[in-house]
Nanobody, 114 residues
Framework: QVQLVESGGGLVQPGGSLRLSCAAS????????MRWYRQAPGKEREAVAT???????TYAESVKGRFTISRDNAKNTLYLQMNSLKPDDTAVYYC????????WGQGTQVTVSS
């Protein structure tokens, strides 16, 4: 079965950095598009970044130039490098794959605060 397990969240000061990881299993990772989403308290879940099998990436305008999505197909792992973090980046971050159905990890909390 498809499993997605996020890690790497935490508390960071504004301007700091974090790297999130998502360990994937149960589907052909290298041939599927992968996405990071986030959901802040009281807000809708929003797409943050996408990486397709070729490695091409797209980003939400709010994170462009600060976040980088990448993948290691040998390790079946998705990453999100987050730099210059702002309080508005505070949210639970989820990785996602559509493989027949929509699959989500359990999420990892990112809190940006001084």
């Amino acid at each position: 079965q498809v499993q997605l397990v996020e890690s790497g969240g935490g508390l960071v000061q504004p301007g700091g950095s974090l790297r999130l990881s998502c360990a994937a299993s149960g589907f052909p990772f290298s041939s599927n598009s992968m996405r990071w989403y986030r959901q802040a308290p009281g807000k809708e879940r929003e797409a943050v970044a996408t990486i397709i099998p070729s490695g091409r990436t797209t980003y939400a305008e709010s994170v462009k130039g600060r976040f980088t999505i990448s993948r290691d197909n040998a390790k079946n792992t998705l990453y999100l490098q987050m730099n210059s973090l702002k309080p508005d980046d505070t949210a639970v971050y989820y990785c996602n794959v559509v493989y027949g159905s929509d699959y989500w990890g359990q999420g990892t909390q990112v809190t940006v605060s001084s």
